[in-house]
Structures are given as C-alpha cells and as structure tokens.
C-alpha cells in the first residue's frame, strides 16, 4: 500500500501544475486590472537577444547543476499540459470576444479580453509555456541523439518562432507608402499616419495598373433591390452572341464593348477615362411575346450606369467588375545612386535594401484610372530565425507523418 | 458544368456509397467486398468528375466558397475512410466516413452556391491550393480520430479492450495533426508574402490555432502512456467541438466582424 500524496509533495503532478497555471492566469487578470494596459513593454534591440540568452543560460544551468524536485517538474508533461491548457484557455476567450477597445469599458475589458494578444495574462501565460517549453527542450538535447532530433526539431522550432516573432516585433516596421503617377517620394507613415518616417530610398510609380475580371448581367427585382438568381444558377455573361433565359425573360446579348462611351442614344468604342463597359440588350418575355432592347452598362466615377427596364418588378443591371490583379512599375533610386525598376503586385513583393514592398491597394474612387497606389513597406530583422523555426517544425512534422505514433 | 447539374451527382455518388456499404453487410465473401470497394471508388470517381469539371469551367481552384470546400472535405473523408478500412479493416469506419460525406454532399445540395469565377488577387497565389488541401486532409484526420475517441469512450463504458481503438486514434492523431501544422505554417508563410505579417490573430487564425492546441494537448495527454486514457479520450472527443466551430461556425462568431477568410457573402 501506499501512502496517497497530499498536495505540494513532490514530485508534483496535475493539481499543482494546474493550480501553478490558473493561479498565474489570475494574476495576469490582475495585473491587467489594477495596472492597466499600457505598461507592456517590448524589449528591442540587442535588448531582445539578450533576454533570449540569459533565459538559455537560466533553462541549462537549472538543468545542469540544480537537482531539485522542482526542476525535475519544469519539464514534466504534467507540466506541459497545465501550461498548454491555460494558454488555450485564454485563446478560446479571445475566440469568442470580439477584439476591440471601441466600445464602453467593461469589466471584460478592464482584465484584458478585448486586447487578449496585448494584454497581461496572455504575457504570462505564454511565459508560463516558453519557460516549460525551454526546460523540457534542455532536458531532452543532452544526450544528443538520433531519437531526440524530431523532439528538437518541433519543440526547439516552436520556441524559436514564438520567441523570434514575440520578442523580435519591437525591432521590426510596417509603414505604408502613397505613391502618384510621376511623383518621388521617400516618405512612409505608421499605421495611423501618426509620424512620418524618411526611407532610404526614393520611389518613383512609372505606371499603375489593374485588370479586371469580366462584370456580369443580372436580373434585378425592383421591389426589393436585389438580383434575382435561381440557386446554384451563373449569372449572365457579357459576351455577344450569349442568350440566356432568367425569370419569364430570354436574354441576348447583341453587342459587347469592353471600353466605351455614351454617344447620343447609342455607345461607342473608346478608351478615355471613365469609359465603361456597355452591351446592348433584346429581351423577349417568353409568355407574353413582348419585346425590350436598350443599352446596359455599369457606369463609372464619370458616367451613371444604365439598366433595361422589363416591366414594372424587373430590370436588367450589370455589376461593378472586381479586381483580378493590380500592379505597379516603379523606380527605385538609392542611397548609393543606383537606379533600378521594380514590379510589384499583390503576392508579389519586391525587396529593396533590407526593406520588402508590398502592394496593398490604390485610389479605389478611380477604379482602373487609378493614378496612384497604395503600397506598405516592412523591415523584419529577425525574419530568418522565424523561418528557420518554421522549418524546423515542417521537417519534424513531416516525420510525424512518415513515422505515426509507432514508438513504445 | 455549373452547380445546376449538382444534384445528378449527389444521387449518383451517395446511391453508390450506399450501395457499397449495404454490401459490405452481407456474409464475408471476398466476391461481394471487392463490388463493394468497386462501388465506393466508382462514387468517388463521379464526384471527382463534377469537381475537375467545376474547377474548369470556373477557371480557378474551387477552394473560395464554403460549398466548394465542402465537396473537398466529401472527397477526402471518403478516400480516407477508404483507406482505413483496407489499412486496418474497419468497416464501421467506412460507414461513418461516407456518412458524414454524403451529409456533407446534401447541405450542398440544400443549399449550393452561385457560380462566381471571380477570385481576389490575394487569393491568386501558389500557396492556396497547397495551404486549402493540407487543411482539408488534416480536418478529415482528425475528425475521424475524434470519431475513434468517442467510440473508445463508449468501449470503456462497456469495459471492452480499447489498446487497439486508442493506438489508431494516436496515430490518426499524429498524421493528421502533422497537416494541420503544415496547413497553419503554410498559411503563415504565405500570409507573410501577401500582406507582410505571418500572423494577425484574425477570428479564423485563432480558431485554427485553437484546433491545433487541442490536438496538441491530446498528443502530450499520451506522451505518458500511464496517464489517464479516460481523460485524454475526452479531450479528444471535445477537440471535434472546436475542429467544427473552425470549419463552419467562425462566420456565426461574434466575434468575426471582419475576416479576411470570410470570402463567401
Ligand atoms: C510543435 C508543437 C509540438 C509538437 C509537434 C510536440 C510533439 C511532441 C511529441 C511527439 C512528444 C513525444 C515525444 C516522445 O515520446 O519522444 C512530445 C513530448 C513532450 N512535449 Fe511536445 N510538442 C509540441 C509542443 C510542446 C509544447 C508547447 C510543450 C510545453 C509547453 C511541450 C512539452 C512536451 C513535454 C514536456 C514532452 C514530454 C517529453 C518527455 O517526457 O520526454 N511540447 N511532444
């Protein structure tokens, strides 16, 4: 027989690591509610770096030279558990709480679960993780063997992307870049054009462009202002020669200009800004015989769209055609004179010195006489160590998935 | 091929699994269980058939819309439940797996989406196919090794030998926890290569990390194979709560005002 264990004997299992977690979480709460929100600090540069090495040295002197039944516990699953549980925890508070501080303070938002990802308890807990995390990896590296990589491949991956995105955000910057036709700049605003910044480099946009998927014709009700579409249905395409039957109508297409303009009662081809796409429509109500044909199109900043009235509850529209890609050709002068072109589109960004360009958007009131384009302009430093971390997980994901859970 | 020709396929594909599971319930001969394998696939085939047709003429990867995604989770259930059962000859697996997909082909059915061709620019890159497939096959994994955990629950319920359910579910676990990192880091990378930021803790981000820790936590309930089997059944029961507010509540959430993973309207 033995003697049940009480509670605070080692070596400790679930109900003090729980109690460890929660009474940790509470604290958090705390903190957050007696303290408040804007204390939190991110360590920079070489700040950062520091801290990761001193908590190293801490995890393997513990390790090493302590033998106490607490370190032993440090890097028990029993451990792990209490720590991932708290931490999901949290994230499943987050999941349900809109994160925003817009509205009245609240209690909710006073202990920090409208701001999770910026507040106390979330710090805590996920040092709480990192520290457990930290112990087990040192325990489990010495002796370095084949066994152990996959171990330190996901665990030793998971520490250095939390602690190179975590620690790293206080060194890295999102600024966002208005450019105009024609126009060099090197000025970049923060996030809420708060401050304006200086980049390195200067910018010149030779040339924005946007392609644009075909629009649509639809059967518009009146009544209730919106497109009439059988379930599962496609709308109608703008192609000449395409017929289609919607509702009591059959629809064809005449005539289709991808780019024109209103001349008298009839469209015309041309290219100038503010043109729009119009076609020319016959419908021909298939009960009663009757017959409609006029000219549709989709309007523009410059001219209003035009839709073909069928009878009292119906008409016929075309939609706004949405964007399929947007680009912009830009200049690049630097620091050292060198001039170079970039192209930048949207998942295609171009790096300039230790600066990556990203293409987020244009002046969307001009559409596709867009003069100018929005771009954001972000510097990662410790971009490498996260990808390195994010590796690391893949190739011992990968043995997961080539092994299972064959051992033991 | 547009959604309007949908419902051929549904009939025709479930009356197929249909067919092959009521096969599989008549005495053991090896005769009637290779129809039943043929009849099975050959559902398979015809619901590949209408995808490869309806990515075609859509001229993008059906991956934007919840009805699409659906038809994927169809399709891999299916080739999964497939799979496990020649692997491990499970047959209550097969019907489970084909059950579900067939209800999955019908809310489609009851509820199908009109035929959009357009896809967002942001969404035109070579990670999506890859980021969408991995998710998709590690959803289909561990709702099946959920499957598995409440079926261990029962068994303990009736005191029956459960080694051989739990040592399956762990493996399901592992591979299919195994996607669900690559699904989120793939996710990660190309988030980091479209807008600059690898993570912004967007409604739909924190559910699929919350799927990934409950996963994870299952995992280390085992890493003891001592520890409490009963309690790491139960969280892995529960974790098909979470893996099903990822996959079809968070657009209900209120807290998803605004996602960038919200494309259907
Ligand atoms: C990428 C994420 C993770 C993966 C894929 C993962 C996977 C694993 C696996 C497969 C094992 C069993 C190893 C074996 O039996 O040899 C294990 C053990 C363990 N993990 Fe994790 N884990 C992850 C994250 C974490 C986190 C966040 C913690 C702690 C906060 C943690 C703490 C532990 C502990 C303490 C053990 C037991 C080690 C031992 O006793 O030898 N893991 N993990």
């Known amino acids: 027989m033995h003697k049940k264990k009480t509670i605070w004997e080692f070596p400790w299992k679930y109900k003090e690591s729980f109690t460890i977690a929660i009474a940790l979480l509470i604290t958090g709460f705390a903190i957050e509610y007696f303290i408040g929100k804007n204390i939190i600090w991110l360590p920079t540069w070489p700040t950062n770096l520091i801290i990761i090495i001193a908590f190293w040295a801490y995890f393997i002197f513990l390790d090493r030279y302590v033998k106490h039944p607490i370190i032993n516990w440090l890097s028990s699953t029993y451990a792990a558990i209490s720590a991932i549980s708290v931490f999901t925890a949290l994230i499943l508070l987050m999941g349900f709480i809109i994160q925003s501080d817009k509205g009245t303070p609240s209690f909710i938002s006073s202990i920090g679960l409208t701001h999770v990802t910026s507040s106390w308890p979330y710090l805590i807990t996920s040092m709480y993780l990192m520290i ?109 020669g395409y017929e289609d039957k919607v509702g009591d109508w059959n629809i064809i297409v005449e005539t289709y200009y991808p780019s024109a303009v209103v001349d008298g009662d ?110 954001e302009v972000v510097r990662d430093p410790w971009l490498p160590v996260v990808y390195v971390g994010i590796f690391m997980i893949l190739a011992g994901s990968l043995y997961l998935v080539w092994m299972g859970r064959t051992k033991n | 091929m547009t959604w309007l020709e949908y419902p051929i396929y549904v009939y025709l594909t479930s009356s ?86 067939i209800l999955f082909l019908f809310i489609n059915y009851l509820n199908p989406d009109t035929f959009d061709k357009t896809l967002m620019p942001a969404l035109q890159s070579p990670w999506f196919v890859p980021h969408v497939v991995v998710y998709i096959i590690a959803y289909a994994l561990l709702a099946v090794s959920s499957l598995i955990g409440i079926k261990g629950l029962v068994l303990m319920r009736m005191k029956k030998q459960i080694t051989g359910t739990i040592n399956l579910a762990d493996n399901i676990v592992y591979i299919g926890f195994a996607f669900l990192t690559f699904g989120l880091l793939f996710g990660a990378l190309w988030a980091k290569e479209a807008w600059g930021n690898y993570w912004t803790w967007d409604p739909k981000e924190t559910w699929a990390f919350l799927t990934w820790m409950v996963y994870l936590l299952y995992i280390h309930f085992r890493v003891r194979k001592r520890m409490n089997i009963n309690t790491a059944l139960w969280v892995l029961s529960l974790s098909f709560v979470i893996l099903l507010i990822c996959w079809f509540g968070v657009n209900y959430l209120p807290s998803t005002q605004s996602s960038i993973h919200v494309y259907s309207s």
């Open chain 2, 16 to 101: 197929l699994w249909i067919a092959g599971l009521l096969l599989l319930w008549i005495p053991k001969t090896y005769r009637f269980h290779l129809l039943a394998g043929i009849l099975v696939i050959g559902g398979i085939v015809s619901l590949g058939y209408f995808m490869t047709a309806l990515w075609i003429s859509l001229e993008r990867p059906p991956f934007r819309t919840l009805a699409e995604t659906r038809l994927w989770y169809s399709m891999f259930l299916s080739v999964i439940g497939l799979i496990i059962y020649y692997r491990w000859k499970l047959r209550w697996m097969l019907v489970y797996t084909l059950l579900l997909s």
């Open chain 1, 132 to 240: 457990i995390l930290g112990f087990t990896i040192t325990r489990r590296f010495f002796p370095l063997r084949i066994k152990n990589l996959t171990f330190f491949l996901n665990h030793g991956g998971l520490w250095l992307v939390i602690a190179a995105a975590s620690l790293g955000s206080a060194d890295s910057w999102k600024l966002s870049m208005v450019l105009n036709e024609g126009e060099q700049s090197n000025i970049a605003g923060d996030s809420r054009n708060r401050n304006l910044f200086e980049m390195p480099f200067k910018l010149e946009l030779l040339d924005f462009d946007i392609e644009e998927f075909p629009p649509n014709l639809g059967l518009l009700s009146i009544k209730t202002g919106k497109l009439i579409i059988e379930k599962g249905d496609k709308l109608i395409e703008v192609e000449a």
């Open chain 1, 266 to 375: 009839k469209y015309v081809v041309s290219e100038v800004m503010g043109s729009v796409h119009a076609v020319f429509i016959v419908a021909e109500n298939l009960l009663s015989d009757e017959k409609r044909s006029g000219w549709v199109t989709n309007g523009s900043m410059m001219y209003s769209p035009e839709y073909l009235i069928l009878d009292n509850d119906h008409s016929i529209v075309m939609t706004i055609p949405t964007p399929k890609k947007y680009s912009s050709q830009i200049k690049v002068f630097y620091p050292n004179g060198d001039i170079e072109d970039v192209f930048i589109e949207v998942n295609k960004p171009a790096r300039i010195l230790d600066w990556v360009i990203y293409q987020v958007g244009y002046d969307e009131k001009m559409g596709k006489w867009s003069k100018s384009s929005i771009l």
